[in-house]
């Protein structure tokens, strides 16, 4: 990899520099890369950037093989920029051609175990898109940390237990325990239950506290309340899996809250006895420094709470999953919950130096900018989102695609809908808010989905049309465009990286983005199936490459390609 060599030698060069910053400029009038090295040395070196730039410069030049560099240049106010020269870059092809479907991996990453705590659906409640967020996030990740040689575990925390089963089993009993039910049915009775609990005047109070029975019955093991959780939780199951299915989700655990129950005593027990939780007003909570809400582990009741469970997790996900980082993909508005519980797991001493973090999104908003929600009371309203933009790319591919079989252009609509949808979701910066446009999400052109479906389409159409590819010397890859896809694909690698890091997928479709449109800029400018033998079986290796590196990228997101579309 170039940029791993490029490391190599400015830490011979700048021995003294705690970290190689290294950059790749936005303009190519800057170099292929640059570094500030010099800015950050200058007062311990006692000089000026410019004169530190310079040495830096020099010394450069003679620890690297001869060839390697086209250019070094310094400018103000101390940044040294690095050009690689055309041999260099040609050469770095080899790499990637050979690696094939393994082009992407780092190289530098220790085999860790983390566990990816996704979804995360409420069991009897409708999935909210906040969830389908999640999923989608939370696959990308998983996808990526096991590409990059992480052992990755999934595991899909439901909301089965807690205190929704109070309202549905006390509703349940009033309505006579029905057999043949459905979700509407059990999403119907958790709403009207819970609108009936708030009317005080209508004895709303005395809903709430059969509700409240219940949940402490079921929790204290009574084998009816027991019968109709299961019941309630299979009903609920079949309705995620179907979403699952469409989505193409999977996980490695499905350890709802409930399975922790019979651990929830002990964990108050030991939280009391280490003196990390006290009592408060009957209840048993773990004040947090910094924070005023305190958590609660057990309320006056003796009934267990969310909080509590996630401690049980994340002691089982130490012991039995050995995590050595546990991440949380979960909405921005849990961050105290998180911030709470991270905190009261290190007083615990059951976190010691593995890492946790919560990696938060903002809500999905309607095209008006408002709070973009599925009905309360409906579930197939997020089934509906999704069959939605099926039948929204049906449109768009009947019109671009009419000599396909009806049966081809259904299938292209279904990789395009749900394929747009994830990209949209996956695209934005997954902290803020995020729109959710249509019209951009199915767009071919832009950065899309179907614009990266169909340029890797569209590549993988030539490579069928050449037939015979035989061997390509990389020395017949000289215009600036096939270098510069050359540049983007050695790039590959160090984006994967970064989102181990840091979370980020939206560093993936950026990056995807930007290889699509180079190898189309390439592509548009010169010929490659008319072109002459040496350079048309270059030029072939080279779009094989990006379109390798398309698929496996977008395959990392979750989302599938088609040969032809
Ligand atoms: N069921 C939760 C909710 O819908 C999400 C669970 C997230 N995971 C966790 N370990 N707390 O809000």
Request: charged share 25%.
């Amino acid at each position: 990899m170039i940029r791993n060599e490029l490391e190599q030698y400015l830490r011979k060069a700048v021995p003294d520099a705690e970290t190689i910053e290294l950059t790749i400029p936005e303009h190519a009038q800057f170099g292929h890369f640059t570094t500030n090295i010099a800015l950050r040395l200058a007062k311990a070196r006692g000089k000026s950037p410019m004169d530190v730039a310079e040495e830096i410069a020099e010394k450069l030049r003679t620890v690297a093989p001869e060839g390697f560099f086209a250019n070094i240049e310094i400018v103000r106010p101390g940044f040294v920029n690095i050009w690689i020269a055309t041999g260099t870059i040609q050469n770095s092809f080899k790499e990637i051609n050979e690696a094939k479907n393994n082009w992407g991996k780092p190289t530098t990453i220790e085999k860790q175990t983390v566990v990816i705590d996704y979804s995360g659906p409420n069991i009897a409640k409708p999935m909210g898109v906040g969830h389908l967020r999640s999923t989608v996030i939370g696959q990308a990740l998983y996808n990526i940390f096991t590409f990059a040689g992480w052992n990755a575990i999934g595991d899909n925390h439901l909301g089965d237990w807690g205190k929704q089963f109070g309202v549905l089993i006390a509703a349940y009993k009033e309505d006579g325990k029905p057999e043949d039910i459905s979700i509407d049915y059990l999403v119907g009775l958790y709403v009207a239950y819970s609108t009936r609990m708030k009317d005080v005047a209508a004895g709303g109070a005395e809903l709430g506290e059969a509700a409240r029975r219940e949940v402490k019955k079921l929790q204290d093991g009574d084998e009816e309340n027991l019968a109709i959780w299961k019941k309630f939780y299979a009903i609920s199951i079949e309705e995620f899996k179907r979403m699952y299915n469409m989505l193409g989700v999977s996980f490695d655990h499905t350890l709802g809250e409930s399975y922790y129950n019979s651990q929830l005593e002990g964990i108050v027990k030991v939280a009391l006895e280490k003196n990390v939780a006290i009592e408060s007003e009957g209840a048993i909570v773990i004040p947090i420094e910094g924070i005023e809400a305190p958590m609660i582990i057990r309320k006056s009741d003796g009934a267990y709470l969310y909080p509590t469970t996630d401690i049980a997790t994340i002691k089982h996900r130490i012991n039995e999953f050995k995590a050595d980082c546990m991440l949380y993909v979960v909405g921005n508005e849990q961050a105290m919950h998180f911030e709470q519980l991270f905190s009261a797991v290190k007083k615990l001493g059951i976190v010691t130096d593995q890492k946790l973090a919560h990696i938060k999104f903002g809500l999905m908003l309607g095209e008006d900018m408002k709070k973009f929600s599925t009905r309360a009371g409906k579930t197939v309203s997020l089934l509906g989102l999704l069959e939605e933009a099926i039948a929204r790319a049906k449109k768009v591919v009947d019109e671009k695609q009419p000599d396909l079989s009806e049966e081809e252009r259904q299938k292209i609509a279904e990789v395009v809908g749900i394929g747009a949808v994830k990209y949209n979701d996956l695209s934005q910066n997954r902290q803020s808010d995020i729109v959710f446009n249509w019209d951009r999400m199915l767009n071919f052109e832009g950065n899309s989905g179907p614009y990266l479906q169909y340029t890797y389409a569209r590549l993988k159409s030539i490579l069928r049309k050449a037939e015979n590819i035989s061997t390509c010397d990389v020395d017949n890859l000289k215009d600036e465009t096939e270098l510069q896809v050359i540049m983007r694909l050695q790039e590959f690698p160090e984006v994967i990286e970064s989102i181990t890091k840091q979370y980020f997928p939206h560093y993936l479709t950026d990056y995807l983005y930007t290889l699509a449109k180079d190898t189309n800029a390439m592509y548009q400018k010169m010929p490659v199936l008319k072109a002459e033998e040496n350079e048309r079986n270059a030029r072939l290796a080279l779009i094989a490459a990006a379109a390798q590196t398309l698929k496996t990228g977008l395959e990392l997101l979750g989302i599938k390609t088609l040969e032809q579309m």
